[in-house]
């Protein structure tokens, strides 16, 4: 296991419990157990090395891949477990194949909570990889039936994919119970506790789900989240997610709203309102802010 | 129980079988266990007679509350279950009030899946009221803690505005999960089984809901929904939760956005797009689609 | 005319200028040339009084119909020239005709500008009432052939039904242009000055325009439009806009998003986006604003 | 000039016109002045040779490039007069500075009204050589002052980024008159005739425009739209805007939503609608289109 953070070592963690043995790399000395990839390479049982990257998408992952495909060799695989643009994986896989090197991109799912519940899984690769990979990904995916948990998506690229769909819907589905949230708490003399009735949406209703859940766990924390700011950062996948329904033509209104929401919360100030602000002004013949609509 | 239809008549098989004693009425005399509303009321033990409601939202909820107005006594309760607008609610219990009839609005979620499973809840009434009824609502919610399936919201209205919101919820999720269907479905190279993935996401991951399990069920029964016509209908709800956040002045995106994709949908040719074309043409000065932009 | 404003001002000036007499009534008696409207309405030739009313929508303008008809007579035309609902116009209309007192509603667009330029109006009610009010409308109207800045739309509430889809394109033109402006800034290591190109735009291009006008006109006055707040207010026909959409299930994905970054732009703190970001913290297990995804 | 099409072809009648000497070269040797691109060359009078190449973006635009390559020299200067994406520009600059050649974009706008109006022009590029070029654009902007027509942006790049943004502007403003045309038409009984009233918008209104007249052009030739089809193509153009935006973390609700409205037109049947359906079908527990929801 490369890289060690919070999805890497509870992975680890997660791994070990179902019994299989792990090394873990860290960039960080005092969170490894061996000083360089090269030392992870030689502790590793032949042949069939597996080595299962977790490290952040982009710079650090290419260059953990282009070390690894020095000190790995035919026949070895590496699990790009991160957040890698499926593209990227493509290439990436290209280039370890030059070396012999199987390459199986994954998206994981479940944040903080897999290591209890275990993670959802998307793989992408080749047949052969997945098969020998299996214990690995039956050890990390949830209790219950195998395929409600992990599936083999497709070729090189295809789990990312899967993944970058899957945090697309995921920033729709966030920004649909934040909406609600705020036009029960826009009545509150109809609706005195928000908190109340999303606790009792966890059952029996069309829209209980996980996410619910965990509003309810953040509303009773927090109510009325007066101790967090309203600012909400956006991943790569979500952009991604947008770029690729531009290059398949496939609208996708909620999931471009709820992106560019996240970016309209990070804004102190918005340049297009200030620009409809001074437009109303010239034509309105209004000086100040409640200037009136021609 | 008055309406025996879907809701209705499930909702007053489960009453039952909790040992609640119903008697049904229903528009449609074959199905109906009474002649007529005054038949009901009579039926009924007294004092404090319960009748719920599930009818039709609109003028056939509005003709059954004007004839329960006329059969019922003081101290007696009326439920408007159905999904009445929250202030249709305000003048129904004011008008029922002068005659010292009680009433509650309660929005039921859950579909035909609610006789097994239980009804999530929703209410809106006076505290006395509401206590009367528990038994009813115990026997209608799921299994499990009580204000995890049941709440009262508020006062009168209260239920409905929660319901009305629960719906709007429940319109971007549809469309979020719809969209990542789409944009699946749009890579068959990396993607060959879309349903896979879909059932592949019900464990461990953050986009797991009922929603997804019903998504999962709706794909095994046809695969890329052959079977079925991108016509979509809209409830009221979904409408009333914009015209409330225009009211609140809340912005809606995402609800906002998965009603109008619904509107989309029932166009045989939309009129704005054939404007859009029209104008391409003008300063294109193309004949055909296939206009290129200036 | 009553009510002096900016608008019923500006209007009044626009008549004289074009000889036709004026009688001014306001509010503030410092502005008003008669005390009353009872005086206003014993001022005015007989037989076949016009009286043009330009005051607030909502109460002041439903209180100066009310008083006007009292004061007037069969025969005898009240003309609502503010930003009335059309279902309003329609109301107020029967209410004076069983007086007698014929009622045309128009719409005026313009703004501070139509004193000089004239003002484009869009006009309901009937023909005969509209013939009357022929030089009137002239009068007003800008220069050219009358049907390009004049049109009797239809019935009572026509005119008001056409200038609310007037101000809910002009909700979505003003967007489109302030997004554009953003997209520009952002990239100053490319645009410099952004103004510079705005004011290219205006001959030749495809998006010249009076707006695009005034966008320059803005823009020279403030550049990077420092002195301005980005709060945007919004008057009611943008909010009838879409509430006509939705009843009418049309889809107006354009002009509800410019209506709903304009409540987002007075929002200190979006409570929806704090409900993202509670969420992202639950599953992420983050407790600051610089949260991953999970 | 490379490429006598609709836009190149009427560029050079302009230009000429002006009594600028133009030599043109087609792909299509019936109308090419020249048989190749060398011969192209070979006929411009030196040094300081310009080359206009107005063919399509991508790999048309990139083959001629090449060639110019080969056969201008140091001190002679491309035109990419295109619609190419501004990093593209910024690749094909440099390729062509190694040999000396130097490189301007210029975003066209205007279509075919350009011959005779002259065409909106944003130019990236060299001080030096814009200030080479300048009769060339005098000749082809509109009459006027020359900075309400002509732009020098800023260095290579820049005149097609300004030209992205117009388009992505112009995708909005066209959805918002398009959508303000939908809710007049929905309501025929107050709105019998919407071109009057589109007419009637061209003088003293707020949303009057180049657009709005080229509306009107449409709606008097084929009123109601009756003889085109609801379907729109998009150009990269629009496409490239949202991208920016997205690596700008720009919001651009507006401007996507246009984007994908065009998308959704061109859809027989939108994938993302069925499944939607299906789900409500799912927990609503119905066959049939006209579905109840849950």
Chains 1, 2, 3, 4 share one sequence.
Not at 25 to 38: H, I
Not at 282 to 288: D, E, N, R, S
Request: net charge negative.
């Amino acid at each position: 296991m490369v890289g060690l953070g919070r999805m890497g070592g509870n992975m680890a963690e997660r791994l070990r419990a179902a019994g299989i043995e792990v090394t873990g790399y860290d960039a960080n000395p005092q969170n490894s157990e061996v000083a360089t990839l090269a030392d992870l390479a030689a502790a590793l049982p032949q042949p069939r090395r597996v080595v299962w990257v977790m490290v952040p998408a982009g710079a650090p992952t290419a260059a953990v891949l282009d070390e690894l495909g020095r000190v790995l060799d035919e026949g070895d695989i590496v699990i790009e477990g991160g957040n890698s643009h499926f593209e990227a994986d493509q290439t990436n896989a290209a280039k370890l194949a030059e070396r012999g090197i199987g390459y199986v991109d994954v998206g994981v799912s479940g944040g903080v909570w897999g290591r209890e519940n275990g993670y959802g899984l998307m793989a992408g690769g080749s047949d052969a990889d997945i098969e020998t990979l299996m214990p690995v990904f039956d050890a990390l995916r949830p209790e219950g039936p195998r395929e409600e948990g992990f599936v083999h998506v497709g070729p090189v690229g295809a789990g990312h994919y899967a993944k970058m769909v899957h945090n697309g819907i995921e920033y729709g589905l966030m920004q649909a119970y934040a909406e609600g949230y705020e036009l029960l708490e826009a009545r509150d003399d109809l609706v005195p506790d928000v908190g109340a009735v999303f606790t009792a949406w966890q059952r029996g209703t069309v829209v209980r789900s996980w996410l619910l859940d965990l509003m309810v766990r953040a509303i009773t924390t927090d109510p009325g989240f007066e101790e967090i700011s309203d600012w909400v950062d956006d991943s790569g996948e979500g952009r991604w997610t947008i770029e690729e329904a531009i290059n398949s033509a496939v609208p996708l209104p909620v999931i471009s709203a709820a992106l560019f929401a996240r970016f309209s919360s990070r804004q102190p100030s918005s340049p297009a309102m200030r620009a409809v602000a001074a437009l109303r002004q010239q034509f309105g013949g209004h000086a100040t802010k409640a200037a009136q609509q021609a």
